[in-house]
């Protein structure tokens, strides 16, 4: 199982309706399977996120943040990892569970 504790992630591409802006900086602690984050970035002024491995390449998470006109958000996702340049990739496909209901896809590249 990868291990994601104390790793710095951040976007590298997102569908429209994502949030997540390339400034954003997603803090990693993990516990065995579990594992949380928290991040910030233009367009909210905080989030966390919280999830499960499944596998040792797959896991499950929710997420919620605060806009920054102050709506709160909250999604779903499943995550796959992966190695590019020795550094760990993560793809998600998720969905907003309030608000737009959208869906898409969100890049992100270890630091």
């Keep these: 199982m990868i291990n ?3 790793k710095r992630f951040s976007p590298i591409a997102n569908s429209e309706a994502g949030r997540v802006a ?3 900086v997603f803090i990693f602690s993990q516990t065995g399977a579990a594992f949380t984050a928290e991040y ?3 367009g909210f002024t905080d989030g966390h996120l919280i999830g ?4 040792d390449d797959e896991a499950n998470l929710v997420y ?8 709160l958000e909250a999604g ?3 995550a796959k990892f992966s190695t590019a340049d020795n550094r760990l ?6 969905h907003w ?9 969100s890049f992100y590249r270890e630091r």
Excluded: P
């Excluded at 919620?64 to 709506?71: E, K, P, Q, T």
């Excluded at 569970?97 to 896809?105: A, D, H, R, T």
């Design 4 to 6: 994601l504790n104390g």
């Design 22 to 24: 390339s400034d954003a």
């Design 40 to 42: 910030s970035g233009a």
């Design 52 to 55: 499960n491995f499944i596998s």
């Design 64 to 71: 919620h943040s605060r806009a920054s006109n102050g709506d």
């Design 76 to 78: 779903q996702a499943s």
């Design 89 to 94: 990739e993560i793809a998600m496909d998720w």
């Design 97 to 105: 569970l309030n608000g737009s209901q959208k869906s898409g896809q």
